[in-house]
Nanobody, 121 residues
Framework: QLQLVESGGGAVQPGGSLRLSCAGT????????IGWFRQAPGKERERVSC????????DYADSVKGRFTISRDNAKNTVYLQMNSLKPEDTAIYYC??????????????WGQGTQVTVSS
């Protein structure tokens, strides 16, 4: 069964940090690019960051460049999103999605269930 499970969300004050994890099971994790997406209330889902299957290529939305870092450990079938200098506008449900190719092109083939991130004072 193809599955992605996110963890690491929570509530944090502005300027704080969180590290999200996305663990994959039931498929050859190292063959897939993995993206992190988020959806805030009343807004469309947007791509935050993505990493190629090997980890050699990454991209970021302009809104998070310099604050977020994506990485992966294929031996652990896990992708991480380190989020620093968090802002209230980062509040959203964060999802990871598996793209069925080695680079970050196209939409995810399947998704995790999401993890809530709330940035508030």
């Amino acid at each position: 069964q193809l599955q992605l499970v996110e963890s690491g969300g929570g509530a944090v004050q502005p300027g704080g940090s969180l590290r999200l994890s996305c663990a994959g099971t039931g498929f050859t994790f190292g063959y897939y690019a993995i993206g992190w997406f988020r959806q805030a209330p009343g807004k469309e889902r947007e791509r935050v960051s993505c990493i190629s299957s090997s980890g050699g290529i990454t991209d970021y939305a302009d809104s998070v460049k310099g604050r977020f870092t994506i990485s992966r450990d294929n031996a652990k079938n896990t992708v991480y999103l380190q989020m620093n200098s968090l802002k209230p506008e980062d509040t959203a449900i964060y999802y990871c999605g598996a793209i069925r190719r080695d680079i970050c092109q196209g939409n995810p083939y399947f998704w995790g269930q999401g993890t809530q991130v709330t940035v508030s004072s």
